[in-house]
């Protein structure tokens, strides 16, 4: 497990007065600002002083940032939080993204087929990403209950079922004619 998690990605400035376009993977984006954030390295700290929802997104004031110009230095910085800082998983059910990087890759049978390397949300939901045991390229399968029926972070596993296809959405009712 990781002592920091990504909570969020700035995006590019709103505006000329030193906003920025911020994208919050947390359940409550608004906790934002009573978090001390850092970038990556840990060393730039930041604090956001406002918030607010937009279309896809949410509008941040972020303190030291005055203009246009610094707020486009931030773009696609991303927003760490000290993972002591965030409550704890409410069930076996709920965990954090980073709790899977590195957990073992089983198939049905329980043969352990790679090991978790990366979450990736392209837009479309959430994909996760893992190296097979035997090398090669990476394998990408869409993080749905079809795909990865058992996620098991306590017993570093999740189990996976790679040629599942995508859960059908139930028919529209006005199809039914």
Same mark, same amino acid.
């Given at each position: ?20 376009? %911020? ?27 406002? %918030? ?26 991303? %927003? ?98």
């Amino acid at each position: 497990m990781t002592d920091r998690i990504l909570i969020a990605r700035i995006g590019a400035p709103h505006g000329v007065k030193g906003e920025v376009r %911020l994208f919050p993977f947390g359940e409550d984006p608004l906790a934002l600002k009573h978090y001390a954030l850092t970038d990556e390295s840990g060393k730039r700290r930041f604090k956001v002083l406002s %918030l607010r929802p937009a279309k896809d997104h949410f509008v941040a004031r972020i303190d030291g940032i005055p203009d246009r110009t610094a707020a486009e230095a931030l773009t696609n910085t991303d %927003l760490f939080v000290p993972r002591d800082a965030l409550p704890p998983a409410e069930d076996e059910e709920t965990f954090y993204h980073a709790d899977l990087m590195g957990l073992r890759v089983e198939d049905q049978a329980g043969t352990v087929i790679g090991k978790v390397l990366a979450m990736h949300d392209f837009g479309a939901g959430d994909v996760l990403e893992y190296t097979p045991v035997d090398g090669g390229k990476t394998l990408l399968l869409p993080f749905t209950k079809a795909a990865v029926p058992v996620v098991d972070v306590p017993g570093g596993r999740i189990v996976v079922v790679p040629d599942a296809t995508p859960e059908e959405a139930p028919p529209d009712e006005a199809d039914q004619g």
